[in-house]
């Protein structure tokens, strides 16, 4: 199972890569399309007058899609801010409380927000909802891979939270 786990969280965290790659070929091709309509202005040519439609739209339904799917990879790795000078600063009893009773919070709110994602995801899928830009998106793309993020980050905060309530194993921080 932990190896699963591990690898679900790594696939997440390559989705969002991809995605923020994505996001970089697009606007690296737009700014390449309007350097070349600007040296055409320059060499006395009519520019070609290349666009991405919506490109704006995509690339925020893109970043959305990487953030989301980061989460529970960012998690597991450590790479989460975590204001760990209470933690610190008591005894390790206090700390497994603390540990297992904000990991029990956390789950809470996650759940809450993965399920109320998915219902507004088949919403948008069932009223056919689009986005208003120059290029209709169906909603509910960039709605159900945000709702993936949330289910795999709830899934990673019960693996989190079971591993400090049953092993007293941690996240730590990665610099600490």
């Known amino acids: 199972m932990r190896r699963f786990l591990d690898a679900l969280y790594r696939y997440a965290g ?39 439609p919506s490109i704006a739209e995509i690339c925020g339904f893109l970043l959305a899609t990487a ?3 980061a989460l529970a990879y960012t998690l597991t790795t ?3 801010i975590r204001v760990s000078l209470l933690l610190h600063r008591v005894g390790p009893r206090v700390r497994h409380v603390f540990e297992v009773v904000v990991g ?20 948008s899928w ?19 891979a945000m709702t993936l993020g949330l289910a795999i980050l709830t899934i990673a905060l019960v693996d989190v939270t ?15």
């Open 67 to 69: 953030s989301f799917l």
């Open 126 to 144: 069932n009223f056919n909802d689009v986005s208003y830009g120059f290029i209709p998106v169906p909603l509910a793309l960039p709605q159900g």
């Open 162 to 176: 079971l591993r400090a309530w049953l092993h007293r194993k941690y996240v730590q921080s990665s610099e600490a």
């Open 14 to 52: 390559w989705a969002a890569a991809i995605s923020i790659f994505m996001i970089f070929a697009l606007v690296g091709l737009q700014v390449s399309a309007r350097l070349l309509d600007a040296g055409l202005r320059l060499a006395g040519q009519r520019p070609l007058g290349l666009i991405i």
């Open 78 to 80: 450590g790479g989460h």
């Open 104 to 123: 029990l919070c956390a789950i809470a709110l996650s759940l809450y927000m993965t399920v109320a994602m998915a219902r507004l995801t088949l919403r």
